[in-house]
């Protein structure tokens, strides 16, 4: 106000919250968004039904999948979200536990706000809790070799278990497993496994039951001519990247044709040249083509003769997973091809049920695929979510080493022991630390809660455990009990655990701080604050 005429700066679209009205906005957001995954946390958590504006159906327990499905247009709820899409990339599993631990740490953050506690003191207990956490979570940890399938099939049956796709999670459990050893490296005396060696391919109209694993590759392509064999054992496969036609010439050209003679000596001319572009595949020893462009007719006549199973304009990403597959060379002209550019497999094959060919049998293949089957779209989404989630646990595992015990066990100790440790800081910073131990009791509520137990109950028995010295404890959410998890084998990667404790922290940090937000709208105008 100057002489009693207020300054506008702020243009008229812009809409300014501050103060506690920030705070609350922000406080209310991060609850609402965690109150729209809370119920699928744990193996007796329910699914969630999206629509988006086109219709397409989305129906899914996997938090990561169903915060990117959701709008939101509130600053505070793109920041949670963002915790989600940061978990799922970094580790792969966890998301639902990370948005819920945000949405408990902005509800003690309010309860504390609302008894005086300024912001900053409360981002400090946080912080400080945060990093003891993370020790604490280090020191409960157990040491995993990547030889040791017996514990990786574990950590995928946690991982998988409560999907739609449970019932065949015995199966499934073997096939990731499997499939992440089989492409994992050692580089610098470390497991290095990199997630696109695994490729998942979806084929439509048989039982999930029917899902296997390929040492090789799938490729959605069948063979150009009918008179090609449909199946080629002890495969010798050639992958060309040009065209096995006759292609235009760059510049323009006419020819002046006057007799039926010379039409023929063109043609001649021109199934010369494409005989002499099969003949090179065939006297390379080939006996399988893929060509990630067009063949024309006539060299498609001679490959059949020479009985080559020959696939045409085959994606790039599919010619480069052969390649590492089959251990060959991607040639990019015919006469360039030789025996020694081949790649070898067991059996080449023609499925013509699901339109696909199938490449098995490699020998020490660097990529492989995992085929599922379903009866519907809607379940083969969700089964290759949760093969997607299983394969990133074990290559977490298998990567760093280490892994923890689930069912709430880590988080009810953690909410014990920073309880203890915040009694060691005191001042106002002590109240923020206990509001922060305080939060890790929303994952044993929740998983109480979606089982149909009564989450106090099970909460004070999962304390008396733990301060009975019993550190992994841990809800058995079919039967109620509190159980040795290590025992039960309900264990996950130690990098899951200790991503959705940091950046759920990091990110309720930085929304305690902030006391003034300005929301600039699509058109439209916004009443004006006053003052600025």
Do not use: W
Not at 149 to 159: F, G, M, N, P, V
Not at 490 to 509: G, H, M
């Amino acid at each position: 106000m100057l002489s009693g005429q207020p300054i506008i700066i702020l243009k008229e679209n812009v809409e300014r919250n501050t103060g506690k009205e920030a705070q609350r906005s922000n406080i209310a957001a991060a609850k609402a968004i965690a109150g729209a995954v809370k119920s699928t946390l744990g193996p007796r958590g329910m699914d969630k039904m999206l629509v988006d504006s086109t219709g397409d159906i989305v129906i899914t327990n996997d938090g990561a999948t169903i915060l990117s499905e959701i709008a939101v247009q509130h600053p505070g709820a793109k920041m949670v979200i963002e915790v989600a899409n940061t978990q799922d990339d970094e580790v792969g599993d966890g998301t639902t536990t990370a948005i819920i631990l945000v949405g408990a740490l902005m509800e003690q953050a309010e309860i504390m706000l609302e008894q005086g506690i300024h912001p900053t003191v409360i981002a400090q207990g946080y912080r400080m809790g945060m990093e003891k956490a993370i020790e604490i979570t280090t020191g409960l940890s157990y040491k995993v070799d990547a030889t040791d399938r017996k514990t990786l099939l574990k950590i995928t049956d946690t991982a998988i278990t409560g999907k739609s796709v449970e019932q065949i999670k015995d199966k499934l459990d073997g096939i990731i497993v499997d499939a992440v050893m089989a492409v994992a490296e050692k580089a610098n005396g470390k497991i290095v496994v990199d997630e696109d060696d695994v490729m998942i391919k979806k084929q439509k109209g048989q039982a999930m039951d029917d899902a296997e694993l390929i040492r090789g590759v799938v490729i959605d392509k069948v063979r150009v001519n009918d008179g090609m064999p449909k199946k080629i054992p002890k495969a010798k496969v050639a992958l060309i990247a040009s065209p096995l036609e006759i292609t235009k010439t760059q510049v323009k050209a006419k020819i002046k044709i006057s007799t039926a003679e010379q039409v023929n000596a063109f043609s001649e001319q021109e199934r010369g040249a494409l005989k002499k572009l099969a003949d090179l595949v065939i006297d390379s020893g080939a006996n399988v083509l893929l060509c990630q462009k067009g063949i024309s007719d006539i060299a498609q006549f001679y490959l059949a003769k020479a009985g080559v199973f020959a696939i045409e304009d085959v994606p790039e990403k599919d010619m480069k997973y052969a390649a590492r597959a089959l251990n060959a060379n991607i040639i990019a002209k015919p006469d360039a091809l030789t025996a020694k550019d081949l790649g070898t497999a067991d059996l080449v094959e023609e499925d013509t049920e699901g339109n696909v060919t199938r490449i098995s049998g490699c020998k020490n293949p660097k990529t492989i695929t995992i085929l599922l089957r379903g009866t519907s779209d809607y379940l083969l989404d969700e089964l290759e979510r949760a093969v997607v989630d299983g394969t990133r646990v074990v290559m977490d595992a298998m990567e760093d080493g280490t892994y923890v015990v689930g069912g709430a066990a880590v988080e009810t100790e953690l909410l014990m022991k920073i309880r203890d440790y915040a009694q060691t800081v005191g001042g106002r910073v002590q109240l923020a630390i206990e509001g922060y131990a305080t939060a890790y009791e929303s994952i044993p509520r929740a998983l109480a809660e979606n089982s149909g137990f009564n989450p106090i109950d099970k909460i004070v028995e999962l304390k008396n455990a733990h301060a009975k010295g019993k550190k992994n404890a841990g809800l058995n959410v079919y039967q109620g009990k509190v159980v040795d998890m290590l025992a039960e084998g309900v264990i996950e990667p130690l990098r899951s655990k200790r991503q959705s404790i940091q950046s759920a922290s990091e990110t309720a940090i930085m929304l305690i701080r902030v006391d003034d937000m300005m929301i600039t709208q699509q058109g439209g105008k916004a009443g004006a604050a006053p003052g600025m």
